[in-house]
Structures are given as structure tokens and as C-alpha cells.
């Protein structure tokens, strides 16, 4: 029987975990041991303290549903998501960057091109259009462009489904022989993450605000090409310098054009896709 002390229990458990079977399982189970020891040596955690850390996990369990998914802010605003993506998204060359996905996706309704998408949002007309373009810069034609956003006060369609007549500000577009789409829509805002859960109090903990800057998110896949999940955000905004999932990379920054004939704003933007 071994009489185990702060300075022997670690070593303990990482023997006790390397008998897994499968090496990725091992991996994993001896990093998150090693590091999840680390943690807690350097911080020195209160009873008290340890009891509020399961109380927070507790809640962040308590608060997801078919709606909500608490865990995924969590990881979003510690930056957790971005990493993630990150590593899985080692693009070559030009491929355009991608992003965070968001919990706001549902597969959009199908319009043709040039069809307006905004349903019931109100606010500024917005013309998107681009075109879907391979590493040579050539057209992908009949990729499929799923693009959604929120509306003028920063809600999704998904947040007002009571309140609301339906599905709004997103669909699914299919590009041309140019490899080109376009819609109009109505112009989203900054808007704050979910923040009336235990994440929404840990930012106020950290002193930080729930926001992020104003964005239209992009899903685009062709056959032989990875499915690029990416937002474009708008130039003149608040919060680029801020985001609170530190989503925001400089090569998906565009300024909004304005269109002569209608005065409304237009988002003119193309994307590379990389091959698989
Ligand atoms: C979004 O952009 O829709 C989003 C991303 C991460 C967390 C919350 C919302
Ligand atoms: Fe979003």
C-alpha cells in the first residue's frame, strides 16, 4: 500500500491511467492528469473554492438543452474553440481562414441567386456577393454557400423563434458557372454571446463584456474541397479588436461598398477553397 502525499499522488494517477488500452485514450488521460494536477497545485484551490468549481460545471450541465449549449460558450470565450480550429485548419497558400462555427446554425432554407433571404428582418438592405474560387483561382461551380446572421439588435432568428414568425437572415445559396452568388438581406449588428448563465457571470468575474463584433457567417462546400466555415466581419464595427470568442482574424475584415443605384450597402467578398 503506497501512502500517497502531495508530492507522489500525480505520478499515482498517471500510472493508474497508462493502462489504458488505446494509446489516444492514454494520451489524453495522462495530459489532462499532468496538466489538471499542474492546475491545481498552482492555484492552491480553497474547499470552498473547489465546492463553487463544481457548482459552475454543475449549472453549465444544468443550463444546455436542444436550444442552448452552455459548454460551447465556455470553451468559446476561453478561447478553447479557436484553438481548436486552428489546429484542425492549417490551411495552405491563399485558402481563405476560417472561424469559429457559433451555436446559430441550422441548415438554412434554399433560395436562388439574387433571391432576398432577410424573411422578417428589418433594417438597412445589405447585397451580399461573391464568388467561390479553387487555389489556382479558378470558379467552383455549384458550391453550396449556407450564409446566416443576426438581425438589426443582434439577435438570431433562432433566439425569437417564439416571438416570431420562422427561420430568418440565413440560407442556402448555389454558386453559378463563375463559381459566383449573390443575395440581399438586411445588415446584422454587434451583438453579446448568450450571457445569462454561469459563462455570462464568469465574464463579469473576469471583467470582460459579452460581445462580438458584427458578422455574416459563411458555410461554403464543394465536392473535393474542405467545407470552409469562416465569417466576414464588417470593417466599421465595434468590438473587432475585442471579440469574446476571439474569432476575428485581419483577412476576413471587409469594409461594406455602398450600391449606387439603390443606396443600399453591399458586402462584396470571394473565398478560396482548399482541396482535401
Ligand atoms: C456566433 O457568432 O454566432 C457565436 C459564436 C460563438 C459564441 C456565440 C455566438
Ligand atoms: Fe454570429
Not at 474547499?47 to 460558450?73: H, N, P, V, Y
Not at 470552409?228 to 465595434?238: C, E, K, P, Q
Amino acid at each position: 500500500m503506497q501512502d500517497l502525499n502531495e508530492d507522489t499522488l500525480t505520478q499515482a494517477v498517471l500510472n493508474a491511467v497508462s493502462k489504458a488500452g488505446d494509446p489516444r485514450v492514454r494520451q489524453i488521460s495522462q495530459a489532462l492528469v499532468r496538466h489538471l494536477h499542474a492546475f491545481i497545485k498552482e492555484i492552491e484551490p480553497t474547499e470552498e473554492e473547489w465546492d463553487q468549481a463544481i457548482a459552475f460545471l454543475t449549472k453549465t450541465g444544468q443550463m444546455c438543452s436542444d436550444t442552448r449549449q452552455e459548454f460551447i460558450l465556455f470553451s468559446d470565450v476561453l478561447g478553447v474553440s479557436m484553438l481548436v480550429d486552428m489546429i484542425n485548419h492549417r490551411l495552405p497558400g491563399d485558402a481563405t481562414e476560417t472561424t469559429v462555427f457559433g451555436p446559430f446554425y441550422v441548415e438554412p432554407p434554399v433560395f436562388a441567386l439574387g433571391d432576398n433571404i432577410r424573411g422578417h428582418l428589418e433594417g438597412t438592405p445589405l447585397r451580399i456577393e461573391g464568388r467561390v474560387l479553387d487555389d489556382n483561382g479558378g470558379p467552383i461551380r455549384g458550391a453550396t454557400v449556407d450564409l446566416w446572421h443576426s438581425d438589426k439588435d443582434g439577435f438570431y432568428d433562432l433566439q425569437l423563434l417564439d416571438a416570431s414568425p420562422g427561420l430568418a437572415g440565413r440560407g442556402r445559396l448555389t454558386t453559378d458557372a463563375d463559381g459566383a452568388f449573390h443575395c440581399w438581406t438586411a445588415r446584422p449588428a454587434p451583438y453579446p454571446i448568450p450571457n445569462d448563465g454561469p459563462v455570462g457571470k464568469m465574464l463579469e468575474a473576469q471583467g470582460r463584456h459579452p460581445f462580438r463584433p458584427e458578422h455574416v457567417h459563411f458555410m461554403i462546400a464543394a465536392p473535393g474541397f474542405r467545407t470552409l466555415v469562416t465569417h466576414i466581419f464588417a470593417a466599421d464595427g465595434d468590438y473587432l479588436d475585442s471579440d469574446v470568442v476571439f474569432g476575428v482574424k485581419n483577412s476576413l475584415i471587409e469594409p461594406y461598398g455602398v450600391d449606387p443605384q439603390s443606396d443600399a450597402l453591399t458586402l462584396q467578398r470571394d473565398f478560396v477553397l482548399a482541396r482535401c
